[in-house]
C-alpha cells in the first residue's frame, strides 16, 4: 500500500514538471517572431504588430531612338545612332545614360561639308506618377543630363561669291572640337508587354562652351546636341527599350498594427 502510494505521489509531481515546462515552451514560441515568405514579400509578426517587407525587380533597360532614323526623310544629310540606357536607384530615381554616333556629310551651292564624332550624355530621372502597385513600371518623368560630345568637321570646298571683287574658292581644314551642354527632359515611357517599353521625350539643352559656334565656320551638325549654330536647342525622342531584369529592391515597409482577440 505504501508503494502504491509513493508512486501515485512520484507519477504526480512529474505531470507536474512537464506541464510547467509545456506551459514555458509555448510562452518562449509565443515571443518569437513569425516570419511568412512570398516570392516578392516577407511578413514579420511581433509584439503585435504586422511588417510587411516587399521586393521589386529592377535591372538595366537599355532602349534605341527610333526618331533618329524618321529624321533622315527631314534631313536627309545627317545619320544619327542613338541609345538610351538607365537603372533603377529607387522606387522613382533613375540613373540615365544617352549616348551615340553622328556622321554628316552635306553640298550645297556655297560649300561642301564633312563632319562626325560621338556623344555621351549622363544624368538621371525622376518618376512623377503615383503608383497603385510597387511592381507597376510605367513612367511620367522629368530629367536632367550632362552631355559631352567629341568630333570633328571640315569645309573641302567653298566658295564667296561677289560680282564686283571676283569669286573666291577656298577650303576650311578638318577641325577636331569638343562640346559640353546641359539638358532637361521630360516625357512618358510605357510598358507595352512584359520587360519590353515604348516611350517618348521633350528635351531642351543649353550649350556650355558657345565659342566653337561663334566662329566664320561653325559646325553643321554636334552630335547628340544638335544644330552646331545654336546655342540652345529644342528635340523629341520616341524610344524602344528592353529591361532586363538583375537585382531586386526594397520597397518601404511600414508597421500594420494587428488588433488583440478579447479574452
Avoid at 541609345?83 to 533603377?88: E, L, M, Q, Y
Wanted: charge should be positive; hydrophobic fraction near 40%.
Amino acid at each position: 500500500m505504501k508503494t502504491f502510494i509513493f508512486t501515485c505521489f512520484i507519477s504526480l509531481l512529474l505531470c507536474a514538471g512537464v506541464a510547467q515546462a509545456q506551459q514555458k515552451t509555448d510562452s518562449a514560441s509565443a515571443k518569437k517572431p513569425s516570419a511568412v515568405k512570398t516570392d516578392s514579400a516577407t511578413v514579420h509578426l511581433k509584439n503585435d504588430t504586422l511588417k510587411i517587407h516587399q521586393t521589386y525587380p529592377a535591372g538595366l533597360r537599355i532602349g534605341i531612338d527610333i526618331s533618329r532614323f524618321a529624321m533622315m526623310f527631314f534631313q536627309p544629310y545627317r545619320t544619327d545612332v542613338n541609345f538610351t540606357a538607365d537603372a533603377r536607384i529607387n522606387k522613382d530615381l533613375y540613373a540615365v545614360a544617352d549616348f551615340g554616333v553622328n556622321r554628316t556629310k552635306h553640298s550645297d551651292t556655297n560649300y561642301t561639308y564633312k563632319g562626325g564624332g560621338a556623344f555621351i550624355a549622363l544624368g538621371v530621372d525622376y518618376n512623377l506618377l503615383k503608383k497603385q502597385s510597387i511592381h507597376e513600371n510605367n513612367m511620367f518623368f522629368v530629367g536632367a543630363r550632362y552631355g559631352v560630345a567629341m568630333f570633328n568637321y571640315e569645309f573641302p570646298t567653298y566658295t564667296i561669291y561677289d560680282n564686283y571683287y571676283g569669286n573666291v574658292t577656298g577650303s576650311v581644314p578638318k577641325t577636331n572640337e569638343m562640346a559640353h551642354w546641359l539638358e532637361f527632359a521630360v516625357g512618358l515611357r510605357t510598358e507595352v508587354l512584359k520587360n519590353f517599353y515604348m516611350g517618348w521625350s521633350l528635351r531642351v539643352r543649353t550649350l556650355l562652351n558657345s565659342k566653337i559656334i561663334d566662329g566664320d565656320y561653325a559646325p553643321l551638325v554636334i552630335p547628340g546636341y544638335g544644330a552646331g549654330d545654336k546655342k540652345a536647342v529644342f528635340d523629341f525622342n520616341y524610344t524602344l527599350s528592353y529591361l532586363i531584369p538583375l537585382y531586386k529592391l526594397k520597397a518601404p515597409s511600414a508597421p500594420i498594427a494587428v488588433p488583440k482577440k478579447k479574452k
